[in-house]
């Protein structure tokens, strides 16, 4: 129980560090734009740091999810354990979106840019490569939703031995601290702090299970 306990407080620190790594990409950034050019210009060293503490996230969240794997296989036997093959499509989606969206993207651009070739055609090449992405981008959000899909249908049903009333003060808990942050925001100016907010959300995959092992000790 203690290894499985481990692994989802791994999950949740991969959580949030990969929250941290948002930070690197987007602080100063205006993320509600739409604007893609607005994610490129992110200083070089700040990538570089993104994508090394997103390497250690990565290994936090594949943690996190083979607790949750391990939960789910004790709480609603050998058949039902197949579907964690969704949320596991969901932490490679992850991966992906960061490294290739969050981190690649804006390093393409910069060398592109030093490489003589005008923004409008390094623009309009991301652009139509993201088109191609969406479905996949879509897929992986879809998979995350069912990985809460799961830890309703655990805490609801009582298979993971917590009360029906936790899965409010977890979400609440990140209700307000989303509201804090946008008050931040608001008081500061500082833009994209609103960025990390989306991985921190991840940490809900992984709070049921640590709970669920904890009290089982």
Same mark, same amino acid.
């Given at each position: 129980?203690?290894?499985?306990?481990?692994?989802?407080?791994?999950g !949740?620190?991969? %959580?949030?560090?990969?929250?941290? %790594?948002?930070? +690197?990409?987007?602080?100063g950034?205006e993320?509600?734009?739409?604007n893609?050019?607005?994610y490129?210009?992110?200083?070089e060293?700040?990538?570089m740091a993104?994508?090394?503490i997103?390497v250690?996230?990565?290994?936090g /969240?594949?943690?996190g999810?083979?607790?949750?794997y391990q939960?789910?296989k004790?709480?609603f036997?050998?058949?039902?354990? +197949?579907?964690?093959?969704?949320?596991f499509? %969901?932490?490679?989606g992850?991966?992906y979106?960061h490294f290739v /969206?969050?981190v690649?993207?804006?390093l393409?651009?910069?060398?592109g840019?030093?490489?003589?070739?005008? =923004?409008?055609?390094i623009v309009?090449t991301? =652009?139509?490569?993201?088109l191609?992405?969406?479905?996949?981008?879509m897929? !992986?959000?879809?998979?995350?939703?069912?990985?809460?899909l799961?830890?309703? %249908?655990?805490?609801?049903?009582?298979?993971?031995? &917590?009360?029906k009333r936790?899965?409010?003060f977890?979400?609440?808990?990140?209700a307000?601290f989303?509201? +804090?942050?946008?008050?931040l925001?608001?008081?500061?100016?500082?833009?994209?702090?609103?960025?990390g907010? =989306?991985? &921190?959300? =991840?940490?809900?995959?992984?709070?049921?299970?640590?709970?669920?092992w904890?009290?089982?000790?």
């Open positions: 129980m203690d290894k499985n306990k481990n692994l989802a407080l791994y !949740i620190i991969g %959580a949030v560090l990969y929250a941290i %790594a948002d930070l +690197f990409l987007y602080v950034v993320i509600e734009s739409g893609l050019v607005s490129c210009h992110v200083k060293w700040r990538l993104s994508m090394w997103s250690f996230g990565s290994l /969240l594949l943690c999810f083979i607790s949750l939960l789910v004790k709480s036997g050998e058949k039902l354990k +197949f579907i964690m093959i969704l949320p499509l %969901a932490c490679g992850i991966l979106c /969206l969050g690649y993207n804006p393409t651009y910069q060398s840019i030093k490489a003589g070739i005008s =923004e409008n055609q309009q991301l =652009e139509s490569a993201s191609y992405l969406n479905p996949l981008t897929a !992986i959000v879809l998979c995350g939703y069912i990985t809460e799961i830890v309703f %249908a655990g805490v609801l049903s009582g298979k993971f031995g &917590l009360k936790f899965l409010l977890m979400y609440l808990g990140y307000i989303y509201a +804090f942050v946008i008050l925001v608001k008081l500061t100016g500082i833009t994209g702090l609103r960025g907010l =989306e991985s &921190l959300f =991840e940490t809900t995959f992984f709070l049921p299970a640590f709970f669920a904890k009290k089982e000790q």
